[in-house]
């Protein structure tokens, strides 16, 4: 049932000029917030960083259709780009990365990136991979349950696929018939294992049929492809027509972590060939070509998320740490203040 | 109050609170149809439907992770595994995911459900249908364990957690089920987690034990003082995580003489724990070093008969010679 989806016109996907741009400075956000990360790790201040560059395109796309405040987020941590879709703000962002006490995902105790967020409807979730996927699946039963419109999507990479939890995940969620949409982001490598040492198929979404759900490929370098797919996943779900597994090509371009070193296990040729297809830059020319902005327009929306992550920054670092007293709180819902 | 089994008890208790509360869902492997293989759910797909009464796959990893998003959602599952022994490769899910909500998002998320789970031996389980699974979960900070050892307090341990707002592994022994009988009372009435219960009043020593082995040393202690006039103390611990120390320490310094008695593994087990707070906390108060009774060191209870009698009794009245040993010490 896996079908390629190519088509990018975002006339016929209900788009207007403000969510393209609106889009647009989301990706370029992730993009900077990223970058910014980084420094902060080679300067010192920052133990731990995900990068997310790369992977743009299939987070802004697939998150687009979701509505804040019914649907519920359930990601992985590279999904900088989901989180901020959802209404998580770049300095909240940082405040996770330096873990200050009001941090809104974990207050400063799990690593950065490990997104949470009940007021935005953002599960939290662990280093463990796909053990998320059967939250997701118990989530849209309990909104099935209570007839209500919500519909949960969650994120993964390629690798997650080969845990048991996501395949349980699925199953369950598939018998039933949740509203679920299962997003994988395949980049190629699970840190330095290719695909080809991850599982003997070619697409990630051929296995949809063996849950009995559709499965689509789509390029995830593609935001306006990714948007369509998921938009359409995203109907389906709450017309009562059950789960999607939606598989995103990407790719990272950076290492897995700022502990990790690519070098080992991709060439710097192919990693440079593979930034030709930037999903920022490509979007970008999208928009220029049609007419829908300039490349001036363009350059003043990257100074003002530049200043904005400079800002978010500044008011993260002069964050106050959590209080050591705090440690042994919250184990037990007696235990909360 | 009613006289029942303890299986009848839980029965009875889970069908109330789903009586009374449609949050509460229950999720497991043959609770449908079949009503459970104890028939702990039995009449409940009928009576509930198949939304709230769900047979699940085969897969426990997915039944304890499915629960979890159900009650991350607002509704109030209570997981079955079939049992106990088969509850490991939802190990990373109690772990990792739903011990850890809380304070990994700093009070923001919670996580209420309750983990039933059949364990224990000496009904011809052999190593996949007898083990002792308490001390792996009763490490795990964020996880309450209980084991009731009386149909009163199986029903009112479960109602307790079933309102609990974090998550609570329920242990029934299932040599318990049918063979222990007791008044429950007609209303529920909540027992406390974290709280023991002395089930036997005594001076000469003190006996701290859960589970099938309560019975075997409530027995011992009668026929102690009937035969030969010592009076044991019987503390039942109910649960193991939190654990009640402070009335396991009242009736040591009361006696001055401590024991405990678990079917688990004897190693690392849940007694360890125990035998470790009343040596720091009442080493003094001690006439006599503490006594240690745990099932033998072997991977799980074997299935031929001779060889699980052996887990469960290595020498005859293993338990009251220790009794009585150490009353005399």
């Not at chain 2, 006439?287 to 887990?311: C, Q, S, T």
Request: charged share 25%; net charge negative; aromatic share 8%.
């Amino acid at each position: 049932m896996s079908a390629q989806v190519t088509e990018t016109a975002h006339g016929s996907l209900g788009l207007g000029v403000d969510d393209l741009l609106a889009m647009h400075r989301t990706m370029l956000t992730a993009r900077l917030i990223d970058e910014a990360a980084l420094r902060q790790n080679r300067m010192g201040r920052a133990p731990f960083v995900v990068p997310v560059s790369g992977h743009e395109g299939c987070q802004i796309g697939t998150a687009w259709p979701m509505r804040p405040g019914i649907d519920i987020w359930v990601p992985y941590y590279r999904d900088l780009g989901v989180v901020l879709v959802a209404g998580m703000t770049p300095e909240q962002i940082f405040l996770g990365l330096f873990s200050k006490a009001s941090d809104p995902t974990s207050g400063g105790r799990q690593m950065p990136s490990h997104w949470s967020s009940r007021g935005l409807g953002i599960v939290s979730h662990s280093s463990p991979i796909s053990t998320q996927v059967p939250h997701a699946a118990g989530i849209a039963y309990a909104m099935k349950y209570r007839n209500e419109d919500g519909v949960v999507a969650s994120w993964f990479g390629e690798g997650a696929t080969s845990e048991g939890d996501w395949h349980e995940g699925l199953n369950i969620a598939s018998i039933h018939r949740l509203p679920v949409v299962f997003i994988c982001e395949n980049n190629e490598y699970a840190i330095s294992v290719p695909q080809s040492k991850q599982m003997a198929v070619a697409d990630v979404a051929s296995r949809a049929e063996g849950y009995g759900i559709p499965g689509f490929v789509v390029d995830g370098n593609d935001v306006l492809a990714c948007f369509r797919v998921m938009k359409e996943a995203h109907d389906r779900a709450r017309a009562g027509e059950g789960p999607t597994l939606i598989e995103c090509k990407t790719y990272r371009f950076l290492p897995h972590t700022s502990d990790d070193d690519d070098k080992s296990y991709r060439s710097r040729e192919e990693v440079e060939e593979r930034r030709h297809h930037d999903p920022i830059e490509r979007f970008a020319t999208y928009l220029v070509d049609g007419g829908i902005t300039d490349r001036a327009a363009l350059q003043t929306v990257h100074d003002e998320v530049k200043t904005q992550v400079e800002s978010a920054i500044k008011a993260a670092w002069d964050a106050p740490d959590p209080d050591p007293a705090t440690a042994t709180r919250h184990v037990f819902a007696e235990d909360d203040p | 109050m009613t006289e029942k089994n303890l299986v009848t008890a839980i029965h009875d208790t889970l069908h109330d609170e789903m009586a009374a509360d449609d949050r509460v869902v229950l999720i497991g492997q043959d609770v449908g149809a079949r009503g459970g293989v104890f028939k702990v759910s039995e009449g409940f797909m009928a009576e509930f439907g198949e939304q709230r009464v769900i047979d699940a796959p085969l897969a426990e990893s997915g039944i304890v992770g499915v629960a979890i998003g159900m009650a991350l959602h607002g509704l109030l599952p209570v997981a079955e595994i079939e049992f106990a022994d088969f509850i490991h490769p939802a190990f990373d899910q109690i772990l990792s995911e739903a011990s850890r909500m809380r304070y990994r998002t700093n009070g923001d998320w919670g996580c209420p459900m309750v983990i039933r789970a059949p364990c224990g031996g000496g009904i011809h389980g052999a190593l996949y249908h007898s083990q002792s699974i308490e001390a792996f979960y009763a490490h795990i900070p964020g996880v309450k364990v209980v084991m009731p050892s009386t149909p009163a307090d199986a029903a009112g341990l479960l109602h307790t957690a079933i309102a609990d707002p974090d998550p609570v592994l329920f242990l029934e022994h299932k040599k318990c089920y049918r063979l222990i009988k007791g008044d429950v009372p007609d209303v529920p009435q909540p027992t406390p987690i974290g709280q023991a219960d002395v089930k036997r009043e005594g001076t000469d020593l003190t006996v701290v034990s859960y589970g099938y082995e309560l019975h075997r040393c409530l027995d011992a202690a009668a026929r102690l003082e009937q035969d030969e006039g010592i009076h044991a103390e019987v503390v039942d611990v109910r649960s193991l995580a939190p654990l009640d120390t402070e009335t396991i320490l009242v009736s040591v310094r009361k006696t001055a003489r401590a024991m405990v008695v678990y079917e688990d593994n004897r190693t690392y087990g849940a007694g360890a724990e125990i035998a470790a707070t009343i040596a720091e906390r009442a080493m003094f108060d001690l006439d006599a070093p503490i006594v240690r009774i745990g099932g033998p060191d072997i991977p799980a209870m074997p299935f031929a008969g001779a060889l699980e009698h052996y887990y469960m009794e290595p020498e005859p009245d293993h338990i009251l010679v220790a009794m009585r040993d150490l009353a005399h010490f």
